[in-house]
């Protein structure tokens, strides 16, 4: 992590239980320039714990129905889990390989409180593609995996895009989240975190509407706008959230969501009918096609990163983090010495 580099090594000698020459990384910080770090990299000699004595987050893979490569319904789910990933300010929780269903904030007032409904993803006004229907359909694992720094959860399909992938990369305090879409022509798609009433109090917050939003389950306007970043803060803890895309796509923009509503006119299509300080980003047009297996070259893939803050943080401090998921570390590499 950022905060585990340190100073310029200078003139020292390579540390023992390493042999050869190593590499030395500066490390910077594009929102404050006089802010930067070192980290050097050697190879062991096989005496050294590479993950020196740390361990930062858990991650326990539960699979009810038994052993992965044996008892796992590749061509069509459900597929139940019972998965739980522990970091140093929230627990995740997953019941299938799309369903994000608990996320608790361990710094605030409400530790070990589910804040949220679901991560909901949908088509724009239908109900014909859900995370329910893709947990339902064709799909694998990539990879589930934990070491002292990070755990690793990838996995494929959504339905008729077999070949759709997302990955969460979970750390101490941070889950990212980037999905590769890679399917035929589909007609828009939208990606939302839906609160449960347990963060009923909280403040919404976004470039639209700085000064922020009471989560109330009562309706607001959101200005339009393109998702950045957005900030949830209460003394149930934060939430501070960017959003990126990268698509080759002409004529591909996302809008930033945000829908505040206890009797919602729109029918929710999962969950629990209701949608309580409901945000994320939806491309409301038709998406061309991006399935690798036609060649038709199209490149779709968008990046999230949540950030679990302290209630104590002001929302000054969580909407810095916010933004700095737009604007990542800098890394520079040099022989050392």
């Known amino acids: 992590m950022a905060r585990d580099a340190g100073g310029d090594a200078g003139n020292r000698a390579a540390p023992a239980g390493t042999t050869g020459g190593g590499v030395e990384l500066q490390l910077r910080d594009p929102q404050a320039a006089s802010a930067s770090g070192y980290v050097y990299l050697f ?4 005496s050294l714990d590479p993950g020196a004595g740390k361990h930062y987050v858990d991650y326990g893979f539960d699979l009810l129905s038994g052993d992965y490569r044996t008892t796992y319904r590749r061509a069509a789910g459900p597929n139940p889990e019972d998965s739980t990933i522990t970091g140093g300010t929230y627990t995740a929780h997953f019941s299938d390989r799309w369903l994000l269903d608990r996320l608790t904030l361990t710094v605030g007032s409400k530790p070990g409180v589910d804040l949220i409904d679901r991560a909901k993803y949908k088509f724009p006004g239908t109900c014909v593609r859900t995370e329910d229907t893709f947990d339902a359909g064709e799909g694998a ?8 720094v990070r755990a690793l ?3 494929v ?3 008729s895009g077999p070949n759709t992938q997302a990955t969460h ?3 101490d305090t941070v889950i990212d989240t980037t999905i590769d879409l890679r399917v035929h022509a589909i007609p828009g798609v939208g990606s939302h975190l839906d609160l449960s009433r347990e963060a009923i109090g909280m403040t919404f917050r976004n470039p639209q509407v700085p000064n922020g939003l009471t989560i109330d389950g009562v309706p607001d306007a959101l200005p339009p706008g393109a998702p950045s970043w957005w900030t949830i803060t209460g003394p149930q803890g934060g939430l501070a959230v960017s959003a990126t895309v990268d698509t080759n796509l002409p004529g591909q923009t996302a809008r930033a969501v945000f829908d505040d509503d206890e009797t919602p006119a729109a029918t929710q299509c999962t969950g629990d009918g209701q949608a309580i300080g409901e945000a994320g980003a939806v491309f409301g047009q038709s998406i061309a096609c991006t399935d690798p297996g036609t060649n038709c070259g199209g490149v779709l893939q968008s990046r999230t990163r949540i950030v679990a803050t302290p209630a104590a943080l002001a929302p000054a401090g969580v909407r810095r983090i916010a933004e700095q998921g737009l604007a990542p570390l800098t890394v520079t590499s040099t022989a050392f010495p």
């Not at 694992?141 to 002292?148: C, H, L, T």
């Open 157 to 159: 399909g959504a339905n």
């Open 153 to 155: 959860r990838s996995y």
């Open 141 to 148: 694992f990539i990879v589930n995996k934990v070491g002292p």
């Open 43 to 46: 190879r062991s000699d096989g």
């Open 169 to 171: 990369a979970f750390y």
